[in-house]
Nanobody
Framework: QVQLVESGGGLVQAGGSLRLSCAAS????????MGWFRQAPGKEREFVASISKSGGSTYYLDSVKARFIISRDNAKNTVYLQMNSLKPEDTAVYYCAAAPGSASSNWRTWDYWGQGTQVTVSS
C-alpha cells in the first residue's frame, strides 16, 4: 500500500553527521507509525528509532538515543533521521519502515520497507 524510498546515506568521518530521509508514496502517511532500522554486516536487523503517527511519541535504541533524532513531516510524507556524533559502529544499511497498526522493536512487526541506504562511518 505504501512505497518507501530512503536517501541521505553516504560516507562520513567519525563525529560527523548525516540526515536520512524516507519519502512515502500515497496519501495515508499519517496513518502509519514510522521507524528506522539498520543492518550491519553479519548482524540481524536492529531497531533504531520510531515515531508515532502524529509525531507525539518517539522511541530510540539506547545506544543512539543521545545522538539521533527521528522526526516526521506528515505534510511532506517524509520521515527523517538526524544522526549526529556518528561512530564507526553506526555503519550499516539503514531502512525505513511503516506500520499501520501495532509495532515494536521487532522488525517482523513492521509491514512496509524501503530499499535501504548505506551509511558508512570511517574512523
Amino acid at each position: 500500500q505504501v512505497q518507501l524510498v530512503e536517501s541521505g546515506g553516504g560516507l562520513v568521518q567519525a563525529g560527523g553527521s548525516l540526515r536520512l530521509s524516507c519519502a512515502a508514496s500515497g496519501r495515508t502517511f499519517s496513518r502509519y507509525a514510522m521507524g528506522w532500522f539498520r543492518q550491519a554486516p553479519g548482524k540481524e536487523r536492529e531497531f533504531v528509532a520510531s515515531i508515532s503517527k502524529s509525531g507525539g511519541s518517539t522511541y530510540y535504541l539506547d545506544s543512539v538515543k543521545a545522538r539521533f533524532i527521528i522526526s516526521r513531516d506528515n505534510a511532506k510524507n517524509t520521515v527523517y533521521l538526524q544522526m549526529n556524533s556518528l561512530k564507526p559502529e553506526d555503519t550499516a544499511v539503514y531502512y525505513c519502515a511503516a506500520a499501520p497498526g501495532s509495532a515494536s522493536s521487532n522488525w517482523r512487526t513492521w509491514d512496509y520497507w524501503g530499499q535501504g541506504t548505506q551509511v558508512t562511518v570511517s574512523s
